[in-house]
């Protein structure tokens, strides 16, 4: 088949469809079952055909699609076992990121483009920290204040703190207790890395859309071994990241190929815990982001991982083994047995625990999106290397790359943390001024009412506008409809 991608081979050849890879899709199995050698194979068939992929990197693997194979005699020989055709290592284009910027280039988002909503989960807040937090961000908005970093959050927070009393007359209660709890994870998160992330400049997400000259897709590889040691966050990072794809892109319907396929290793992390709100919202996305030309892929190591909701969404599925030692576990074999389209010749359930390292059970979208019966079979070796890469050969990499110098260096602009405290160190100097005499009925403004004249400076202006995008653009795309 032209363009399809041959993933495994039973007794007969298997093929992902690229019409049908924005259909979603799951890679589940036990550690050490194949899975990060069948993803490989998908992003490289992806990239052959002009898709750029989305890989997050939890164990360093999989920096070697950017180098040829041959480094390892067994996949030659697996790819004879197959009878293979026209099998040539070669490597993939490959751009490599970081949020800590150690192997990769950095990776930023504004606290506005963040939202309430996802800072909220990232900080385990409650429903009345989250209010609060809510409120902040609602207030920024209203006065003009840009929040692009931890600063500006926490210098925000403090000001609302201190005039509680005028600002809950017109937003609501502002719990003391609250701010403290808020201001605390905050400083939590500066301590995990979470000031690196948050900030300018941020990621353009187009740059996550690259093709090579001679057509091949740009396989974007997040370094995330260390980002794991802070499961929170590594969530919120990859559930963001879905989310601005997902509110960017235009409406393409069921394209030729996908624009862009997503990865999502250590699924279970995204929904483990999650508040209700927040997991519809993840349904939502997910449902939604193939019109945009999107394919998800969830990476676990057991289907049970991701809620039913999502589950049924996924149509593309590869499941290897599973071990059924206890009770729990023979109970999630059945299930994931269950997820397939059956076979009359296939005993799944008795297959998902015999199966061998590179074996799989597949069930791939057919040309009408319909669900194959599930084949067990062998799955593909790649092409590119298996394994990481050295130092030296990912730092040329990222010295070569498209993006090179464009996120290297941080920026730091005039946003609230510096106009609150402009604002304070007039507000002092002015008090240690000789006061004027005031004019019968002349009064004080309030801090809302001066932060009303300052946000009518600006309307109009090319701040005012920006705030529109980020802050409150945020908050609609988080808040609509809850």
Request: some cysteine.
């Amino acid at each position: 088949m032209a363009d399809s991608i041959l993933v495994a081979k039973s007794n007969r050849e298997l093929f992902l469809l690229p019409r049908m890879s924005n259909r979603h899709g799951l890679i589940a199995g036990a550690t050490g079952t194949g899975k990060t050698v069948t993803l490989q194979r998908m992003a490289e068939g992806l990239s052959r055909i002009g898709v750029p992929t989305f890989l997050a990197d939890v164990k360093g693997d999989l920096a070697g699609l950017s180098q040829p194979g041959g480094n390892k005699p067994a996949v030659g020989d697996r790819a004879k076992q197959m009878g293979l055709k026209s099998f040539d290592y070669a490597a993939c284009p490959v751009t490599f990121w970081d949020i800590f910027a150690r192997e990769g280039h950095p990776v930023r988002a504004t606290v506005s483009e963040m939202g309430p909503l996802l800072l909220g989960r990232l900080l385990d807040l409650n429903d009345t920290q989250e209010g609060v937090l809510t409120l902040t961000f609602k207030i920024a908005d209203d006065n003009g204040l840009l929040l692009l970093d931890l600063k500006d959050l926490r210098e925000m927070l403090t000001f609302v703190g201190q005039n509680a009393k005028e600002f809950t007359t017109k937003y609501g209660n502002v719990a003391g207790a609250s701010i403290g709890a808020i201001q605390r994870g905050l400083l939590a998160l500066e301590q995990q890395g979470g000031d690196r992330f948050l900030g300018e400049p941020a990621l353009n997400l187009m740059d996550f859309l690259q093709t090579t000259p001679d057509g091949r897709g740009m396989v974007n590889i997040l370094a995330a071994d260390k980002l794991l040691q802070s499961p929170r966050l590594y969530a919120i990072f990859l559930l963001w990241l879905l989310a601005e794809l997902f509110e960017h892109l235009p409406e393409v319907g069921d394209p030729d190929k996908p624009k862009l396929v997503f990865f999502f290793d250590e699924a279970h992390l995204l929904f483990s815990d999650a508040p209700p709100a927040l997991l519809e919202k993840i349904e939502q996305v997910v449902r939604l982001v193939r019109s945009k030309g999107v394919g998800v892929y969830f990476i676990t190591q057991n289907p049970q991982d991701v809620p039913d909701t999502v589950l049924g969404q996924l149509g593309n599925r590869v499941q290897h083994a599973l071990r059924a030692f206890t009770p729990r576990d023979q109970k999630a074999v059945k299930v994931a047995a269950q997820t397939f389209r059956a076979n009359p010749k296939l005993n799944v359930e008795s297959a998902i625990t015999e199966l061998g390292v590179g074996e799989g059970l597949v069930s791939f979208l057919d040309e009408k999106g319909t669900p194959a019966m599930v084949e067990r079979a062998l799955i593909a070796p790649p092409c590119s290397q298996i394994g990481p890469i050295t130092p030296e050969q990912r730092a040329d990499i990222i010295r070569r790359s498209m993006v090179a110098g464009r996120y290297d260096a941080a920026i730091d602009r005039e946003s609230a943390y510096e106009r609150l405290r402009a604002r304070a160190a007039a507000a002092t100097e002015e008090q240690e001024s000789p006061a004027p005499r005031k004019k019968a009925g002349r009064r004080t403004d309030s801090v809302i009412e001066s932060f009303g004249k300052s946000t009518m400076r600006s309307v109009g202006s090319s701040l005012g506008r920006e705030i529109s995008r980020g802050i409150l653009g945020s908050i609609k795309r988080w808040f609509r409809g809850r």
